[in-house]
């Protein structure tokens, strides 16, 4: 166990030494002490390593020299890294946070870090450690902060620590502003309330997240190697789909000068997708370009910006118009998937689409008795697509889009092909149902809506172009067997 003592020793010689006599003798350790003669000129702080018995004597030989008080006994000693911008005056809201708090200043060293910060240690001295998490979380709000040394015995001060950090890993990593960070650490912390209601493991999750940034991060740059597949169709079409290691397949298909997408994966990799797609198309940017959203989730729509025309169905629009005013999306209306789906905002750089680009299709009247109701129709140089609006199993807005004359079905996220994945695809496809508990908002309606694209579209006569995964053609594997 671990023990900070507030000591007010008094002004003659041999005052400490008699303090460590006292430590010694039965057998305990300091760890550090400190002693800043601005700050206070009388106490030093002592960090004591021992059993709860050792403690307890030590506490008692202190208090009979008069070296601590009884109001002392519950304090904590904070040891804090600050990175502030090198400017006059940027110590002062801190400061004056600090003070608000009326903690004591046991210890101050600052030096620059090269460039336009400075790196800012303080020791705190709380006496009412149940107020230190609000603390930190304030902070958090004015500069970086990361605690060296602390208490891990006190829980509530533990977690705070933890998604602190956690939070500034997840910044490092991703190259987030502060303000992100923020919202991060406040997700975070969300997170491990709802899951210490349960009394569930935090830790796990927030290592679920970790991988998931880390993945993230991993495939930017020169390591986004999607899997690329080009297939001729009649008619001069071409159908191309990018499989990415993380985010929904993209699926494009050309005629001439003409592109129409079937979504477009996340957000964070719009540089990389569009180097890709003009590497693919050399006269990518004067070609023309629509897309049709399968459904309205952050991993499929992260390049709408791309796009003169963005199909959606009704729902869809309905969902993205509550993103465009700030108010939670069907998604996140549920409770359960609110976290993950702030979270995956922040770390993907997922922005709402303009709403001015949407067109929406909902020809035909709906049937809501009918996991998988026809909705309307799309027109793409003289190809047709029937839409099909799905019962919101997997998120509300979803739809089939179906090309009769290829017979392909782009089921979206209702079927994906977990058979196809690679590696990389599997592993971080694995990440989300523990995150949200079920990438489903309902997955009993999930069920029934898969069993009638099944039996409406049977993969006996269509292909599947699957949200997530290869293309999947039952057909190749029964001539194959």
């Known amino acids: 166990m671990r023990k900070t003592y507030i000591t007010r020793l008094p002004d003659e010689s041999g005052a400490f030494m008699e303090a460590c006599r006292i430590i010694s003798g039965v057998g305990a350790n300091i760890t550090r002490a400190s002693y800043n003669k601005v700050v206070d000129a009388h106490t030093l702080f002592i960090d004591v390593s021992g059993t709860q018995h050792q403690l307890e004597i030590i506490s008692a030989g202190l208090r009979k020299l008069g070296y601590i008080q009884s109001r002392d006994e519950g304090a904590k000693v904070l040891l804090l890294e600050l990175l502030l911008p090198d400017v006059s005056g940027a110590a002062l809201p801190v400061l004056e946070l600090i003070h608000s708090y009326h903690f004591n200043i046991s210890y101050i060293n600052t030096h620059e870090s090269g460039g336009d910060y400075q790196r800012f240690r303080m020791g705190l001295y709380v006496d009412r450690p149940q107020e230190i998490r609000e603390f930190l979380e304030r902070a ?168 003169e025309a963005v199909h959606v169905s009704r729902i869809a629009w309905q969902s993205f118009d509550l993103e465009n005013r700030g108010e939670p999306n069907f998604r996140e209306q549920n409770p359960a998937h609110a976290p993950y789906c702030a979270i995956s905002r922040i770390l993907t750089r997922y922005m709402p689409p303009d709403m001015a680009r949407l067109h929406v299709i909902d020809a035909l009247p709906d049937d809501s008795s009918n996991p998988l109701c026809p909705i309307g129709g799309l027109d793409f140089c003289g190809k047709h697509f029937d839409l099909y609006r799905g019962n919101g199993g997997h998120v509300p807005g979803e739809v089939v889009i179906v090309d009769e004359a290829e017979k392909l079905a782009f089921t979206g996220d209702i079927a994906v092909n977990i058979r196809g994945f690679s590696k990389d695809q599997a592993a971080f496809n694995r990440l989300a149902p523990y995150l949200m508990t079920s990438v489903n908002v309902d997955s009993a309606a999930a069920g029934l809506e898969r069993e009638e694209l099944m039996r409406r579209f049977p993969q006996s006569q269509y292909i599947y172009c699957c949200g997530h995964g290869a293309i999947w053609d039952a057909r190749d594997s029964a001539a194959r067997a």
């Open 140 to 307: 958090a709000q004015l500069c970086e902060v990361r605690v060296i040394d602390y208490d891990e015995g006190e829980r509530a001060l533990d977690n705070a620590v933890f998604y602190i950090g956690f939070a500034n890993r997840m910044a490092e990593k991703l190259h987030l502003s502060r303000r992100c960070v923020n919202e991060l650490m406040l997700q975070s912390n969300r997170i491990m309330q709802m899951l210490d209601e349960h009394n569930e493991p935090p830790y796990k999750t927030f290592d679920y997240i970790s991988r998931w940034a880390d993945m993230l991060a991993r495939f930017r740059g020169e390591a986004f190697d999607p899997i690329v597949e080009t297939r001729p169709l009649s008619d001069g079409f071409a159908l191309t789909c990018i499989q990415p290691p993380c985010g929904s397949n993209t699926y494009i298909l050309r005629k001439g000068d003409r592109l129409l997408f079937v979504d477009c994966g996340f957000a964070l990799y719009a540089g990389e997708m569009e180097h890709l797609l003009r590497r693919l198309y050399p006269d990518f940017d004067r070609m023309h370009r629509e897309i049709v959203i399968s459904h309205p989730d952050m991993d499929h729509c992260g390049l709408l910006y791309l796009f």
